[in-house]
Nanobody, 126 residues
Framework: QVQLVESGGGLVQAGGSLRLSCAAS????????MGWFRQAPGKEREFVSL????????YYTDSVKGRFTISRDNAKNTMYLQMNSLKPEDTAIYYC???????????????????WGQGTQVTVSS
């Protein structure tokens, strides 16, 4: 069992930055691939980024490439999402998620993730 808690969301102006954190419970954090998803009002939850267990592989959705950076610190049981050059369209609830198995084919599919946090709101004003 893994419990995930996101933090770091808030209100920021367009062009600004935020750093999200995802703190995990348990001693097995390093065995999970970790992902970030987001859900905007009236829209489906969408994949944002994934980082593999040893941080050797990272994926990003096209709309955040070059602006967002995913990272993790397995010693601290924490994953991060550095978000720069934020746009109003980045406004959403951001969720972190963990999956026991890594797949280069299904990394963006939310149904493949085993554990989810409660989400943190990110609002970008224009």
């Amino acid at each position: 069992q893994v419990q995930l808690v996101e933090s770091g969301g808030g209100l920021v102006q367009a062009g600004g930055s935020l750093r999200l954190s995802c703190a995990a419970s348990g001693r097995t954090f390093g065995t999970y691939a970790m992902g970030w998803f987001r859900q905007a009002p009236g829209k489906e939850r969408e994949f944002v980024s994934l980082i593999s267990q040893a941080a050797l592989i990272k994926y990003y959705t096209d709309s955040v490439k070059g602006r967002f950076t995913i990272s993790r610190d397995n010693a601290k049981n924490t994953m991060y999402l550095q978000m720069n050059s934020l746009k109003p369209e980045d406004t959403a609830i951001y969720y972190c998620a963990a999956r026991a198995s890594f797949s280069s084919r299904t990394y963006s599919e939310s149904r493949e993730y085993d554990y989810w946090g409660q989400g943190t709101q990110v609002t970008v004003s224009s």
